[in-house]
């Protein structure tokens, strides 16, 4: 099995770092023969090339088994909004090219976290929700442009029932081994394309007569996400919407810090923390890289269906948080000193 | 002056009456002569005449100097994607028709409601938001449509920078009277209307040196509001942004049920609960009127220029919340049962 590293930009290098050491580990361990290899992509990718997606990364992407994947962007951007080359168009151009239609975000509480969210402890307990959050349509990925000398601007959003049909059935599918409940959001009473969306999901849903469905607005699953998180099972949704509700929901989970996702669709698959490049923190040795370890958690389940390593990658998160140990984001005032630790002790 | 009563659908019909004898009653106190008519829309109006906006409706408005407005909306519209007719459409072109191109909806937590949030009291206290939600552009009102033989749907978003410029003047303005601080909110790594939005801003911002100005991704904003809601003072964001991160935001109120919002424009303004029409709830007398007593609040401040009036009618609320008093969605396991209201009552 190959794998691919793109660590990306800002702490994307630091917890990534830390995400393949633990592969590496877990081969050592059970005995496996995984190769690897680096690629750039992001601002770092630009800085050496011009370009955030070179075409040798792309092609190291496609010959890879899957890829572990740390962040990209930089704040120059965010700054210039008229900059013509920009991380997020790798990252972008990535998913389109591998045709990573779905995106897997979950998002589980630790106990041991309980007291890191914002939330209250007897709301949150027990919350378990995994997001199918559709990854290469939408308004990301229709014509956009300028008009009217240049005071007009627009962003075309678009979804074919091709497009809804196979993430819902992923959605549907998962919901089968879960809860059994599946919730799409939409908001089909503006938008065409979540009335579509809200189509393909009904016409479905006679071929999983085991599976509850229900669908609400967005603006409601934003609101009920934070007041009622345990009436959600899994969630499926459109790109954008999912890019809201998926980081919202990170409260749920204590942190950022915490989130691994994973992107598949017809070929390889890339796993990634869903936090970003956080220039804020880089290199100050703070990040949290458990959403990377998390990451190749999923890798080795998903991609290559090894089930009892990615449990044991996850026994040993609990296991370190049961023993006290908290980055900084997760550290709080009972926490001893000697126990916050930076990213290499995390690793 | 000459107030529009526009209940609308569901619970729409059961908080606007109590929100309109809050008005006849502070006319009373205070001496001021208030006139009033009534005009349908929504589900309703669909069934009295086909039209959920019927014109007798939309000319009421246009002569009105004020509107109080409940909801509109019906599960059956929900469930039917493809229904032509849709209470919505009412909504939608009330705004576009009367030119209420600026949301306002102020995030303030009573304090006696401390405890009716899913978020940590600690996190919450002394939170106190105003946002600015653009109303009469973005994805709402592009063209939308389906091609490929019914099998592609489409929206599209546009701004131009006169909408962009003239909410985001409001919101300085706005800032200037509270805390100081804009946050703009918007997703320009992705979207080419945010990129314009973002100009917009960063084109004002010199005009307003008193002013700090924040920009902020729409996903990074949706976990911030949660994590840490005391960063926010004023927050102006495009319409579908809007939509979800008010909603979100609701939580930091403890309930939808005590949101206010005010639509105003080029002339008359819409004073409306943010809450929907809640037909799970309807006819039962547990829906909580103070969104709409707080609307009332609203218009008095904002169209009439009356503050001591809407002052009155908050510390009314307060003394309220105070007593003990509690509907349904903001009582817990501590409220009396003898204090548990039901919507007359409240009012
Ligand atoms: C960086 C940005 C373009 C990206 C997105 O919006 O998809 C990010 O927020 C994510 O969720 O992966
Ligand atoms: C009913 C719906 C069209 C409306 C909107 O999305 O604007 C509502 O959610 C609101 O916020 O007023």
Same mark, same amino acid.
């Given at each position: 099995?190959?794998?691919?590293?793109?660590?990306?930009?800002?702490?994307?290098?630091?917890?990534?770092?830390?995400?393949?050491?633990?592969?590496?580990?877990?081969?050592?361990?059970?005995?496996?023969?995984?190769?690897?290899?680096?690629?750039?992509?992001?601002?770092?990718?630009?800085?050496?090339?011009?370009?955030?997606?070179?075409?040798?990364?792309?092609?190291?992407?496609?010959?890879?088994?899957?890829?572990?994947?740390?962040?990209?962007?930089?704040?120059?951007?965010?700054?210039?909004?008229?900059?013509?080359?920009?991380?997020?168009?790798?990252?972008?151009?990535?998913?389109?090219?591998?045709?990573?239609?779905?995106?897997?975000?979950?998002?589980?509480?630790?106990?041991?976290?309980?007291?890191?969210?914002?939330?209250?402890?007897?709301?949150?307990?027990?919350?378990?929700?995994?997001?199918?959050?559709?990854?290469?349509?939408?308004?990301?990925?229709?014509?956009?442009?300028?008009?009217?000398?240049?005071?007009?601007?627009?962003?075309?959003?678009?979804?074919?029932?091709?497009?809804?049909?196979?993430?819902?059935?992923?959605?549907?599918?998962?919901?089968?081994?879960?809860?059994?409940?599946?919730?799409?959001?939409?908001?089909?009473?503006?938008?065409?394309?979540?009335?579509?969306?809200?189509?393909?999901?009904?016409?479905?849903?006679?071929?999983?007569?085991?599976?509850?469905?229900?669908?609400?607005?967005?603006?409601? =699953?934003?609101?009920? &996400?934070? /007041? %009622?998180?345990? $009436?959600?099972?899994?969630?499926?949704? !459109?790109?954008?919407?999912? @890019?809201?509700?998926?980081?919202?929901?990170?409260?749920?989970?204590?942190?950022?810090?915490?989130?691994?996702?994973?992107?598949?669709?017809?070929?390889?698959?890339?796993?990634?923390?869903?936090?970003?490049?956080?220039?804020?923190?880089?290199?100050?040795?703070?990040?949290?890289?458990?959403?990377?370890?998390?990451?190749?958690?999923?890798?080795?389940?998903?991609?290559?269906?090894?089930?009892?390593?990615?449990?044991?990658?996850?026994? =040993?998160?609990?296991? &370190?948080? /049961? %023993?006290?140990? $908290?980055?900084?984001?997760?550290?709080? !005032?009972?926490?001893?000193? @000697?126990?916050?630790?930076?990213?290499?002790?995390?690793?």
């Amino acid at each position: 099995k190959h794998i691919l590293i793109v660590p990306g930009d800002g702490i994307g290098q630091e917890v990534t770092e830390v995400g393949k050491a633990v592969l590496v580990k877990i081969a050592e361990k059970f005995g496996h023969e995984f190769t690897y290899d680096e690629a750039l992509m992001g601002h770092v990718a630009i800085e050496a090339t011009g370009n955030p997606l070179p075409d040798e990364t792309l092609e190291k992407m496609r010959n890879s088994d899957a890829i572990l994947f740390g962040a990209v962007g930089h704040p120059k951007y965010d700054n210039d909004p008229t900059a013509k080359v920009r991380p997020e168009q790798g990252l972008l151009k990535m998913r389109k090219e591998l045709g990573l239609y779905a995106n897997l975000r979950p998002i589980k509480l630790f106990d041991e976290l309980l007291g890191a969210s914002s939330i209250r402890p007897e709301i949150l307990k027990g919350s378990d929700i995994l997001f199918f959050r559709e990854l290469t349509g939408d308004i990301y990925f229709g014509e956009k442009g300028r008009k009217n000398d240049n005071n007009t601007a627009y962003d075309i959003a678009e979804y074919s029932r091709y497009e809804v049909e196979r993430i819902a059935r992923k959605a549907f599918e998962a919901a089968r081994t879960r809860g059994k409940r599946l919730c799409s959001v939409d908001k089909a009473n503006v938008l065409e394309t979540s009335r579509l969306w809200r189509e393909v999901i009904q016409a479905l849903a006679p071929e999983y007569p085991d599976i509850t469905v229900e669908h609400q607005f967005v603006d409601a =699953a934003a609101m009920m &996400l934070i /007041k %009622d998180p345990k $009436r959600f099972d899994v969630v499926v949704t !459109a790109n954008l919407f999912g @890019d809201i509700l998926t980081d919202e929901a990170s409260q749920i989970a204590g942190s950022m810090g915490m989130l691994a996702s994973a992107s598949v669709g017809d070929s390889t698959g890339v796993y990634e923390p869903i936090h970003g490049s956080a220039h804020d923190i880089t290199g100050k040795g703070v990040a949290n890289p458990l959403a990377s370890v998390l990451s190749a958690a999923l890798l080795l389940d998903i991609s290559f269906g090894l089930k009892e390593e990615s449990e044991a990658i996850i026994s =040993a998160v609990d296991k &370190l948080l /049961k %023993d006290g140990f $908290r980055t900084r984001d997760i550290a709080d !005032a009972t926490t001893p000193a @000697d126990k916050v630790l930076n990213t290499q002790q995390a690793g």
